[in-house]
């Protein structure tokens, strides 16, 4: 399997425990976190709970029938009534499907999972569950805190096939002794109607560790790789076994939908009217949008674009309801999906929040498809109530001159200059750290603040979109938490017209982004510090670590307000920076720094485990330590592919002025 990053769920084998046909196989408790770092008019529940996963396997001899009477008592409570009393936010279990009805074939695997709100129901707690029968004995639900973890587990494929053939686990170690990484096997369904019956396959012991050991070192980070062959696209249980010095095995569990997972760029609503016909239609600006790397879009299916050639040869995959799911759910249509989002930003729902049980509800049509779904996340002062709703969670949050549900004149960050048109920018490292914690061991993804038509002024600034700076060092503390999809925000063709000093940088994040992807999608978030200089905030850094090496990130955040302009200002500065690297890349065979432009030399240093780099930063620098000699070579031809691919398109209105006049035209 391959690996991922960062802060997820614990999986903690039990011991078998009968009750009424089930054992309780194992239990993944994903504590809840909330930024000390963010500022609102109410401040947040200080409150955690915890998102927790139960593992249960049918140990009868006939078949069970799960339906919406089945009796399943936590603490002596229905779950209906845990969220009517608040100590839930949400749950999945026989309860919850109102419409549905399992039946659970001896020795299948099921999945329920509840979201609570506060400590009652956090990690260290201990609660009881009753099935069925009530003079069963009750099954204890010992919710520890996690001392190891699966931290990411991604689904990877090769050329255009949507089904994945390998996937990548991250294993986070904080038990107090090395763990050896022994086996893993998936439990899969039958078929996709039957997702929620899950049957083991065979135990794989031909794991390609990192390190190659397979022995991950108390407070440290390891996986491995694993072929699977070509994998259904359903529900799954990942059982990763581990053995400890005693000699004794203890599983870590996750429960999540396999895709295949590809680094997508949105551009947001790329579909709006254009006088009688869709911006859609329009090449010059499909154009645009390609040679800016985008590949996808709020949109599911536009006549005149999405069934002609205009679509074979401007492709942006759909991001909208997808519905009826039989019509996107099939071969065909798979690769142009991206993802189904439509429920917009439950947490404000438009003026009334939509309780987290109503969001899992809309989701219940697609349990038994092949379409991922994704939800948006908006104000981390709550979103942990949200936590594991989706196969895909993502979130917005823009830095300047937006709306936004943070209180921006309550920042402390530069003393008494209280500002009320932006926020602190690396406030995107730390909700991007959160909603990957909360909803570990799954991937995410972030709208990342782009050009926009339709904000106005705030604070009294007057550029109402990020300057090239501001846009490049908000996608870069995202990128430096380990995402694997961005959304710009938004790139409509008003937008790009408006702000036309935005295109070239934008496409050089993105083509930046498709250098280091295949790193982001191995890689699992492995290191990440503040650092202070004469007791100023001066950088974050930030490490994402997989098999073929890491991406060490630096951002800068020195930078300053003009107070005048009403901008951020950032001044190139040299730095030093000093990471902590895993094992298996102590001696890399490559170090280099890679930007739009290439790869370059770095001074740096290698002493007991850790990588010290010398470089000029301006707004924020990435840098590989490649695990194998070549990569370097190949990411340069890369690199000159991806800027032959936005020549071949013969159109630049970046930097073309008959070029851009094409695109205002489109607007008259």
């Not at 769920?9 to 909330?34: K, M, N, R």
């Not at 002794?177 to 899950?198: E, I, M, S, Y």
């Not at 991206?338 to 404000?348: I, L």
């Amino acid at each position: 399997m391959k690996h991922g990053l960062l802060i997820a769920a614990l999986f903690t084998l039990l011991e078998a425990s009968p009750c009424a046909g089930f054992d309780l196989l194992g239990i993944s408790v994903t504590p809840h976190q909330q930024s000390p770092n963010m500022r609102y008019w109410r401040a947040p529940d200080p409150e955690l709970g915890a998102r927790v996963e139960l593992f249960l396997r049918h140990d009868g001899t006939i078949p069970l029938t799960l339906s919406k009477d089945f009796r399943a008592l936590f603490d002596g409570l229905a779950p209906a009534d845990l969220i009517a009393s608040k100590a839930w936010t949400w749950h999945d279990t026989p309860a919850a499907r109102t419409n549905e009805t399992l039946t659970l074939p001896p020795g299948a695997l099921t999945v329920w999972t509840f979201n609570s709100r506060g400590s009652n129901w956090g990690a260290g707690t201990t609660h009881s569950l009753t099935l069925e029968d009530a003079n069963t004995k009750p099954l204890a639900l010992r919710l520890e805190t996690p001392r190891a973890w699966l931290s990411a587990v991604t689904f990877l494929g090769d050329g255009d096939a949507v089904r994945p053939t390998r996937a990548i686990v991250h294993v986070a170690n904080e038990s107090g002794q090395p763990r050896t990484l022994r086996a893993c096997r998936l439990w899969l369904p039958t078929g996709n109607a039957d997702f929620r019956a899950l049957h083991p396959q065979p135990w794989s012991t031909n794991l390609n560790g990192f390190p190659a050991s397979r022995v991950v070192s108390s407070g440290s980070r390891g996986g491995f790789v694993v072929e699977t062959g070509p994998l259904p696209l359903t529900y799954c249980a990942v059982e990763v076994e581990t053995v400890g010095p005693d000699a004794k095995a203890t599983s870590l569990w996750a429960h999540l939908r396999i895709k295949r997972e590809i680094f997508d760029l949105s551009g947001g609503w790329v579909a709006s009217k254009l006088g009688t016909s869709n911006t859609l239609h329009a090449e010059p600006y499909l154009k645009t949008l390609r040679r800016m790397h985008i590949n996808s879009g709020m949109h599911q299916d536009v006549p005149g674009y999405s069934n002609t050639e205009l679509f074979t040869k401007y492709p942006l995959k759909y991001m909208n309801r997808l519905q009826p799911s039989e019509r996107y759910d099939t071969d065909a249509m798979l690769p142009r999906i991206h993802a189904v989002e439509f429920q917009g930003e439950p947490q404000y729902g438009g003026g009334r929040p939509v309780p987290p049980q109503e969001v899992f509800t809309k989701f219940l049509p697609y349990g038994p498809t092949r379409l991922p779904t994704s939800v948006t996340h908006s104000e981390e002062r709550v979103w942990r109530y949200y936590a594991g709703l989706s196969d895909y969670p993502h979130y917005d949050a823009y830095r300047v001159c937006a709306p936004a549900p943070d209180v921006w004149s309550q920042y402390e960050r530069w003393g008494a200059n209280r500002l009320r048109w932006a926020a602190p920018l690396e406030t995107i490292g730390d909700m991007t750290r959160s909603l990957r914690e909360l909803n570990r061991p799954r991937p995410i993804a972030y709208w990342s603040q782009g050009a926009h038509a339709g904000w106005g002024q705030s604070g009294g600034r007057r550029r109402t979109s990020p300057t090239p700076d501001e846009l490049r060092a908000q996608a870069y503390h995202g990128l430096a938490s380990r995402i694997t999809s961005l959304y710009w925000f938004n790139l409509s063709l008003q937008s790009l017209v408006k702000f036309r000093d935005l295109i070239e940088p934008i496409t050089r994040v993105n083509r930046e982004i498709r250098l280091m992807q295949d790193l982001l999608l191995e890689g699992d978030a492995f290191d990440y510090r503040r650092e202070l200089q004469n007791g100023q905030l001066s950088w974050d850094l930030a490490s994402v670590a997989g098999p073929n090496g890491a991406l060490l990130f630096a951002n800068d955040l020195a930078y300053e307000p003009d107070l005048a302009e009403k901008v951020f200002k950032f001044t190139p500065r040299d730095g030093v920076f000093t990471f902590p690297l895993p094992a298996y890349l102590a001696k890399p065979a490559e170090v280099f720094r890679l930007d739009a432009d290439g790869t370059y030399d770095v001074k740096f240093s290698l002493t007991d485990g850790r990588i010290t780099l010398r470089d000029r930063v301006n707004v924020a620098g990435s840098y590989v330590v490649s695990a194998r000699p070549g990569l370097r070579r190949d990411l340069q031809a890369r690199n000159a592919t991806l800027m032959a691919f936005e020549k071949s398109f013969g159109f630049d209105p970046a930097s073309n002025d008959p070029d851009f006049a094409a695109l205002q035209r489109l607007l008259q």
